[in-house]
């Protein structure tokens, strides 16, 4: 017994050296660290984003009528899933190409990293290529849910997921290099940190384009009045607003792309308390202005309220105090309740607010970068604001008006009167209650 404890414990002092070796050559935590953390965040503000796609689901069911419930929750994976193979195809390296001329570029399909692939092959200045173009994917599924909801009730399905195609392998990663990408509103000096224009801006273009193509929905504009079309379940709706505003912590946390220092992971933390905050300041103020306005509070803009909070922060949610959050969180608010009622005089028919939210709260979160940036400029948040508008809204209606002509993107009035849910699907959300 005591040999062969000594024939082990001389082993053991022989391979010493050799383990010492070993350990010298592989790196240390120091090296490797930000990359795996990193490469976690992303994954994990990943999730978040990709659950907002529900939430964007659930506030258009609740928000329609019950005859059309169906539609928009066909439209809602349809459009996800798409986006995932468009971003794939062709997106993500259209929106990073790399060396480009700043403007335009179409790249090639995604690859990823080597299945257990070695440090020495990783790029540990950053993160993992799946962590990357997954975290990136989710963005654009939610540019194009914003458009689904303001054509909602009217659209015909195939030529809406055809201008999904359109939005989300090209539109958007074509325009989202110019600042993400390293193109000239980046070199520019325009700031936008995790998307007020970028993102939802652009959504709002590309729905404000349908929704003046497509026209309002029937009996929406009639006799000089406006007629209300109440949701058919506001307990859907305001679940599908607290699960965007759960999943935006990862939509701006994220946007951080760094996880490997002390400071990064503190700016983080920060992100999310202003991120929290401006929902809750944006909520609060619509809720007390619609008291005002018309002396009961209205939940749907109590709801788009938060959610104009959240994008007014997202151009610039790290650098602003507390009460900075807050005052731009609440100026959004007060944009989504006074413009709702401005596009119904102008007969523009959005069935959920989304362009109040999206693109007039986010050209007014991508102005306010100014008030805390030092860096920022008002005439370069403005070039940007305008080259994505222009871009962008022109890009759609060619798109929209080509879709009119070849197959037409409205179904008929007969069809609009029994509901998209059996038009077009041949199925009910609600078959056990009567049609709404």
Not at 120 to 146: H, M, N, P, R
Not at 341 to 364: C, N, Q, R, S, T
Request: aromatic share 12%.
């Amino acid at each position: 017994m005591k040999l062969t404890k000594s024939l082990l414990v001389g082993a053991g002092l022989n391979a010493l050296p050799t383990l010492a070796l070993a350990q010298d050559a592989a790196p240390g935590f120091d090296e490797i660290g930000p990359y795996i953390m990193t490469t976690l965040l992303f994954c994990m503000a990943g999730f978040l984003v990709f659950f907002m796609a529900a939430g964007f689901a659930m506030l258009e069911g609740g928000l329609v009528r019950s005859k059309n419930v169906t539609m928009q929750m066909t439209k809602n994976i349809a459009l996800f899933s798409i986006a995932a193979i468009m971003y794939w195809l062709v997106g993500f390296n259209t929106m990073y190409p790399g060396d480009f001329n700043g403007y335009f570029a179409i790249g090639g399909q995604t690859v990823l990293d080597a299945v257990g692939v070695s440090a020495a092959d990783a790029a540990l200045d950053y993160a993992s290529v799946g962590s990357d173009f997954f975290f990136q994917l989710v963005f654009v599924a939610a540019t194009a849910s914003i458009v689904s909801g303001a054509v909602a009730e009217r659209i015909k399905l195939w030529p809406f997921l055809i201008f999904v195609i359109v939005l989300t392998g090209f539109m958007y990663p074509i325009s989202g290099s110019w600042q993400w990408g390293g193109g000239w509103l980046s070199e520019a000096g325009f700031s936008d940190f995790a998307g007020s224009t970028v993102v939802h801006s652009v959504g709002g273009w590309a729905a404000l384009a349908g929704v003046i193509v497509l026209g309002p929905r029937l009996g929406k504009y009639k006799d000089g009045k406006v007629n209300p079309m109440p949701g058919s379940n506001l307990a859907l709706a305001t679940l599908g607003t607290f699960i965007l505003w759960l999943g935006w912590f990862g939509f701006n946390g994220g946007s951080q792309l760094a996880m490997g220092t002390v400071g990064d992971v503190s700016d983080v933390s920060r992100i999310f308390a202003n991120t929290n905050m401006a929902a809750a300041a944006g909520a609060v103020t619509a809720l007390i202005l619609t008291q005002v306005l018309y002396k009961k509070p209205d939940l749907t803009m109590v709801l788009n309220g938060a959610l104009a909070g959240l994008v007014s922060i997202t151009a610039e949610p790290l650098a602003p105090t507390l009460f900075g959050s807050l005052w731009i969180g609440a100026v959004g608010g007060i944009i989504v309740v006074l413009s709702i009622p401005m596009l119904d005089k102008f007969k523009l028919d959005d069935v959920v607010g989304a362009i109040p939210v999206h693109l007039f709260a986010g050209i007014w979160g991508t102005i306010a970068v100014v008030f805390y940036n030092s860096d920022a400029s008002l005439f370069t948040q403005i070039k940007g604001i305008l080259a994505y508008g222009v871009f962008t809204f022109v890009a759609s209606l060619i798109v929209w008006f080509i879709l009119k002509a070849a197959m037409g993107i409205r179904v008929s009035e007969e069809d609009e009167i029994n509901g998209l849910d059996m038009a077009e699907l041949g199925m009910e959300a609600y078959p056990e209650f009567s049609k709404g």
